[in-house]
């Protein structure tokens, strides 16, 4: 008892902005304190009919909306086994875009990548091209790239894939929903997923995922899909308002509080504030070079996310000295990520933050670098 009352973690809410897990309001974290129930049985299908009416809401998509209780990892596996036959063409621009392409390598699958600089966007002209040329089955790309903040331009990019008919779409949007417009449906997502540890703004163990029929024709056929993601079973269980396996009952009594604050909030408003705090995060950089500070945001202006800001540093100042500085002070950010560790940090301004709390950690920030 000694030792986990120590390892207590006691930081006021609001100074917590990693790219994910995020901060989860201390009412959302609260409700996995209900009782547990089975799952299955009519109490279960009540909760799970109500949970997926709403996801379909905050979704903005008339499609099913898979509940995996699995990391968004799981799902983008889930993306690759049900898509593919044989060729994949993945889009990397950074960690989590060559986690897609490694996750369809170890599928099996003959994947051959476009890559572009690391901080850089997918040019949609580009891609239209390479998918021509070649016989993918499917085109995995994601939509807010965590470890660099680049957003790529799903709409555009999907419209340019789905040029070449036979060819999916498969999009990680896992720190794009909840911060940036996202319509599966209108953009021709064949398979699009996010995780709840994000701009969702819950605790991590659950995944969510939105597939078009093209994608569950697809997924019919498919030789490799398994059987925890197999879509069709999801599909199947979805229709009886069932969970496909025993799933994360207390994540679950979270997303049910969490998807009531989404949508009373609405969810262009969460797109807007969200967009208010990257905004500021980017005129904070542009405050410290104009003292003479040369930081600089890796993403280009008009690719920008709005859920995470990758700060390149300058020369003499690393990424862990600026970590451990802020977490001297009681706040946390992000370090950079994979090969991009030592040279940037990340401001995680996403899921349920404030403007106030965002301009706090800036001030911190300020603090330490000046």
């Not at 997926?52 to 690759?80: K, N, Q, Y």
């Not at 003959?110 to 021509?132: C, F, K």
């Not at 859920?307 to 540093?313: L, N």
Request: glycine share 10%.
């Amino acid at each position: 008892m000694h030792t986990l009352e120590k390892n207590v973690v006691t930081r006021p809410y609001g100074r917590f902005f990693l790219p994910g897990p995020t901060e989860v309001h201390p009412v959302v974290l609260g409700a996995q304190a209900r009782p547990m129930m089975g799952h299955r049985g009519a109490e279960a299908q009540a909760f799970m009919k109500d949970i997926h009416r709403r996801l379909g809401d905050v979704f903005m998509t008339t499609r099913p909306v898979f509940v995996s209780t699995s990391s968004a990892t799981g799902l983008m596996e889930a993306a690759v086994r049900n898509a593919g036959r044989g060729r994949i063409l993945s889009l990397v621009n950074g960690a989590f875009s060559q986690r897609f392409a490694d996750i369809g390598k170890a599928c099996g699958f003959d994947v051959e990548t476009l890559d572009v600089v690391w901080g850089e966007a997918h040019d949609p002209d580009v891609v239209r091209s390479r998918v021509a040329e070649g016989s993918y089955d499917a085109v995995t790309l994601v939509h807010s790239e965590t470890s660099t903040g680049v957003l790529n331009d799903v709409a555009a990019l999907s419209a340019a894939i789905r040029e070449t008919p036979d060819t999916l779409v498969l999009v990680d949007s896992v720190t794009g929903f909840g911060a940036a417009e996202v319509r599966p449906d209108d953009w021709g997502v064949d398979f699009l997923l996010t995780g709840s540890q994000k701009a969702f703004a819950l605790p991590p163990g659950l995944s969510f995922g939105v597939a078009s029929e093209r994608m569950m024709v697809r997924a019919a056929e498919a030789p490799r899909r398994g059987y925890y993601f197999d879509l069709e079973f999801f599909a199947k269980n979805h229709a009886k308002d069932q969970a496909t396996t025993t799933p994360a009952i207390s994540v679950l009594y979270s997303l049910d509080v969490q998807l009531d604050r989404m949508l009373a909030e609405g969810m262009e408003a969460r797109w807007a504030r969200h967009r208010r705090m990257a905004e500021r995060s980017w005129a904070w950089v542009e405050e410290m070079n104009g003292r003479g500070l040369d930081l600089q945001v890796m993403a280009p202006e008009g690719y920008r996310s709005p859920a995470v800001t990758a700060v390149v540093t300058p020369e003499g100042l690393t990424g862990p000295d600026v970590t451990s500085r802020v977490a001297e002070r009681g706040w946390v950010v992000g370090g950079g990520y994979g090969k991009l560790k030592q040279t940037s940090f990340r401001i995680g301004h996403m899921g349920d933050h404030t403007e106030d709390e965002l301009d706090g950690l800036l001030d911190v920030l300020t603090e330490v670098l000046t």
